[in-house]
């Protein structure tokens, strides 16, 4: 017999986050880019009504909660990761009181609101910057960033020689008040994102006021933004090296990964405790190893961390198997839950990713062969949603979209792509408006066109052209996130048994539950391990007990 996809759950069936205890050890939790997400004003940029019109949406997808990229007061020389105001809404997407309708309804839908919070570096025009500009040196506020004079004989050159992950020198000199070349300011990202100096006091405890601010709204955590970076070695040192972005993940640098970073988040986490309703932390932590990951989740201080080393895995069943175990034995001894991501704003999205061959990084340029990087890309996420653990999703993700390769340069926005030797610059591709409808100006993104242009095509890729349709990506991510609310075994827990399986193939159980993902170019054949609950692709089980598992296909069984 030949089967695909079970029926989705009835919602009577789903549960909810807001009935269960430690809600985030395996709750899926959905990414919302806000400008991309949905138009509610036809001015071509998303916006927070946008989202809040398309909660119910969400809910019925089965996530348990919603992360929002950052929303605040900014010049958006970084698409908002350049914050001037951390109490003000933009008005791109709309004022404080649309925050709070936005929280309000997520929570009468039982959906948790988590938001982006960017402790590393500020706007430059943020208040506290330009006053440290206009005051000049000696100012105290530039001691809560890090100014420094410039080396050789008139200050000519960079304090150190680090360089900026988007390209260039981690340092600007400025223009001092009365007309001179003056002190530098670092800024590990673009230069309107000069970083702050987290050994001074004023910058604590504003962000500890920053965190009772929105807490007081009612948002239910943070996705806390370079939260490996925040704290850089005494003095300052110099690096040694070029192309430095090439050993970030590799090496602890004097800028990143610092162990005095913990000191932070640990008064982070008695704030965050004063709270009742189980808030949480999560830390965007690019660490050497799962091992240095694991330190930021420790039981004082934040409750998880992305796992980006499996983001970063190759569609390989031997690496796959390496990752999962690593981190696996990496979380257990501080009794974090494991977190698991395929797609990002940052990163190419997976369907194109594994349309790819490997080892061309997480930004790609191309667009390979789409039809096997979706075949795979669902096979994926159905190998992701059976691990133990929390899963993140990334808006568009559960509709097959590919990332936009092909945008005209005079489009582009990613600060990256406008500086030398740095981040590819490509990650417009993968933040582009998501496509609702089959037709209209932006596909039901909004009335007035997008800020990123869409694809020809985009629409049959769109919620309306595959809701109810058996097969479509759309429908199994919505009967993958059914089956994982009603089955015990699924989501909690720190381990999995392996079972005995081909080459290229993973087999692990969990309770009744068991998966089975085949990585290879072949056909394999696994036993039956009971009832097919779901499939990314048509499998085929034989009267003797036996199934004809496909290339690139994940099974999820369980025992009669």
């Known amino acids: 017999m030949s089967q695909h996809s079970a029926d989705p759950a009835p919602t009577s069936a789903l549960a909810t986050v807001a009935d269960r205890r430690d809600w985030w050890r395996d709750a899926v939790i959905y ?26 949406y969400l809910r019925d997808l089965g996530v348990d909660a919603v992360w929002l990229s ?13 914050v001037a105001d951390y109490r003000a809404v933009d008005p791109m ?18 959906l948790r609101i988590i938001v982006d919070l960017v402790p590393n570096h500020s706007s430059d025009q943020h208040e506290w910057f330009k006053r440290a500009l206009a005051e000049g040196p000696g100012s105290p506020l530039r001691e809560r960033y890090h100014f420094r004079a410039g080396k050789g004989a008139n200050g000519e050159l960079p304090p150190n020689d680090w360089e900026s992950i988007f390209g260039g020198p981690a340092w600007t000199r400025v223009t001092e008040p009365d007309g001179t070349p ?18 001074h006091p004023a910058v604590g405890d504003e962000f500890r006021s920053i965190l009772r601010f929105w807490l007081d709204m009612g948002v239910d955590g943070f996705r806390i933004d370079v939260a490996h970076g925040l704290v850089k070695a005494d003095g300052l040192p110099d690096l040694g090296s070029h192309d430095q972005v090439k050993l970030l993940g590799n090496d602890v640098m004097p800028f990143f990964d610092q162990d005095g970073v913990h000191e932070v988040y640990r008064a982070w986490r008695i704030v965050l405790d004063e709270y009742a309703g189980e808030r949480i932390f999560v830390a965007e932590a690019w660490t050497p190893t799962i091992e240095r990951t694991a330190n930021y989740v420790r039981p004082d201080e934040l409750h998880q961390a992305f796992n980006f080393q499996y983001l970063s ?19 257990r001894p501080v009794g974090a839950p494991a977190t698991w991501v395929l797609s990002n704003h940052d990163v190419t999205r997976h369907a194109t990713r594994f349309a790819n061959p490997a080892g061309l990084g997480t930004q790609i340029r191309t667009a390979g062969d789409r039809e096997l990087g979706l075949r795979r890309a669902r096979a994926a996420t159905l190998l992701m949603l059976a691990l133990p653990g929390s899963a993140y999703l990334y ?33 417009d591709g993968c933040r582009v408006p998501i496509p609702w409808t089959r037709d209209g100006s932006s596909y039901g993104f909004g009335s007035g066109g997008s800020w990123l242009p869409q694809p020809s095509g985009w629409g049959e890729l769109s919620v309306e052209a595959q809701s109810g349709v058996a097969g479509s990506t759309l429908e199994l991510y919505r009967s993958a996130l059914a089956v994982r609310s009603e089955q015990a075994d699924l989501g909690a827990g720190d381990r999995v048994e392996w079972l005995k399986a081909p080459e290229g193939v993973l087999a692990f159980r969990r309770g009744a539950f068991v998966c089975t993902t085949n990585t290879g170019g072949e056909a394999a054949t696994v036993p039956a ?27 999820w069984w369980i025992a009669d």
């Open 70 to 82: 950052p929303f605040y007061a900014s010049p958006q020389a970084d698409a908002g990761y350049d």
């Open 31 to 56: 990414q919302v880019y806000p400008r991309s997400f949905a138009d509610s004003n036809g001015d071509g940029m998303g916006d927070l009504e946008g989202v809040r019109s398309r909660l119910p």
């Open 93 to 110: 997407f709309g004022n404080l009181l649309d925050a709070d309708a936005l929280i309000r309804d997520a929570h009468d839908l039982a």
């Open 395 to 427: 808006q568009g993700e559960e509709l097959g979209l590919p990332d936009v390769v092909d945008l005209p340069d005079e489009v582009r926005q990613d600060p990256a792509y406008f500086r030398g030797a740095g981040q590819d610059g490509f990650r």
């Open 313 to 331: 895995t190759h569609w390989d069943a031997e690496e796959l198997r390496s990752c999962v175990d690593r981190t696996l034995d990496a979380m």
């Open 182 to 199: 003056g002190e530098w300011y670092l800024h590990l990202f673009a230069p309107e994102q000069p970083d702050f100096n987290w050994d």
């Open 529 to 555: 391990y009971g009832r097919v609950l779901l499939a990314s692709g048509e499998v085929t089980v034989t009267d003797d007990g036996e199934a004809k598992l496909p290339a690139d296909t994940t099974v």
